[in-house]
């Protein structure tokens, strides 16, 4: 069992930056690790994904503002955001696919004001 605990996030104006911090219990060093957000009414989607050997891949909206990292020895993820936009308000939720199991952050508010 590995628990995903986020930290991060809170109230931005547009424009502004935030950073995301996901700290997982066991190691991650072979796993791809993500960022999900889901807004109000809407589904779940993918934000950012970093796999095991560092490459990433990014949803459309968010290329060229949001960057995704991980440092293995610290058994951590982390969301930069910039640039941020209203739509990017959502509650945004750590991911890991660990031994053939989902294990999911418990959500972090953010919220972008215009």
């Known amino acids: 069992q590995v628990q995903l605990v986020q930290s991060g996030g809170g109230l931005v104006q547009a424009g502004g930056s935030l950073r995301l911090s996901c700290a997982a219990s066991?190691?991650?060093?072979?796993?791809?690790m993500g960022w999900y957000r889901q807004a109000p009414g809407k589904q779940r989607e993918l934000v950012a994904r970093?796999?095991?050997?560092?490459?990433?891949n990014y949803a459309d909206s968010v290329k060229g503002r949001f960057t995704i990292s991980r440092d293995n020895a610290k058994n951590s993820v982390y969301l930069q955001m910039n640039s941020l936009k209203p739509e990017d308000t959502a509650v945004y939720f750590c991911?890991?696919?660990?031994?053939?199991?989902?294990?999911w952050g418990q959500g972090t508010q953010v919220t972008v004001s215009s």
């Open positions: 970093i796999y095991s050997g560092g490459s990433t």
């Open positions: 066991g190691s991650i060093r072979f796993y791809a």
């Open positions: 991911h890991g696919l660990i031994r053939d199991f989902d294990y």
